[in-house]
């Protein structure tokens, strides 16, 4: 059964102090992995699309990279505007449906 | 680029009322729409995938006549909550699928907030 589970549920930051988030998915024929960054009462907003293990990409303070069992989300001297809930999805099949893990809270304190 | 929207943002209906919501890709055509529900400090849930031009594939336990969907066209499908009951109320998102290649990204709307008293 295709299954993502996302490390730590919740994480406190101090502002400035770097951490990652974790991804790990058990998946049949990965597509892609997809980070998504949602705000409350907001819908997810897009991030990061990886599509093969070794790929890495970055956006500001965020830097997502993918290995055949995990994906890592590495956040670079976060500010408090970073505070979210970070979202890991797997995408498999033709079917273009994504499996979401649970999501991991951020909060950074200034 | 890539942007969605939702129509209403958020409603608040009597129960045994129908309410429905737009989903509307505004700068891509989506060959397919995803909605999906989201229960407070809960990941999201998909209910259904919505191709534009047929039927729409429900999620196991998620009834086709509670929550019609509608794909007329590439860029707006829309979900009927029908006879809407208070369990009902959730936040319901919609994604629009875009393709390029081998590539498949999905983009969110902002949501729709749905209280049924």
């Known amino acids: 059964e295709d299954q993502v589970t996302q490390s730590p549920e919740a994480l406190r930051l101090q502002e400035g102090e770097s951490s990652s988030l974790n991804c790990s998915y058990t998946?049949?024929?990965?597509?892609?992995l997809f980070w998504y960054r949602q705000d409350p009462g907001k819908g997810p907003e897009f991030l990061f699309t990886?599509?093969?293990a070794g790929e890495e990409k970055e956006k500001e303070r965020l830097k997502a990279t993918l290995t055949k069992k995990e994906s890592f989300l590495h956040i670079t001297a976060p500010k408090p505007e970073d505070s979210a809930t970070y979202l890991c999805?797997?995408?498999?099949?033709?079917?273009?449906?994504?499996?979401f893990g649970q999501g991991t809270t951020l909060q950074v304190k200034p | 680029g890539a942007v969605v929207s939702q129509h209403p943002s958020w409603v608040i209906c009597k129960s045994g009322t129908s309410v429905k919501i737009e989903c509307r890709s505004l700068?891509?055509?989506?060959?397919?729409m995803f909605w999906y529900r989201q229960f407070p400090k809960q990941s999201l849930m998909l209910m259904a995938t919505?191709?534009?031009?047929?039927?729409?594939?429900?999620e196991q336990g998620v009834e086709k006549d509670k929550f019609l969907i509608n794909h007329a066209s590439l860029t707006l499908s829309t979900l009927t909550v029908t006879s809407a009951h208070p369990e009902d109320s959730s936040f319901y998102i919609c994604?629009?699928?875009?393709?390029?290649?081998?590539?498949?990204?999905?983009?969110f709307g902002p949501g729709t907030r749905l209280t049924v008293l």
């Open positions: 994604s629009a699928s875009l393709t390029s290649g081998i590539y498949n990204e999905q983009f």
């Open positions: 998946v049949s024929g990965l597509r892609g």
């Open positions: 990886l599509y093969s």
């Open positions: 999805a797997v995408q498999a099949g033709n079917t273009g449906k994504l499996i």
């Open positions: 700068d891509f055509q989506a060959t397919t």
């Open positions: 919505s191709n534009e031009g047929s039927k729409a594939t429900y």
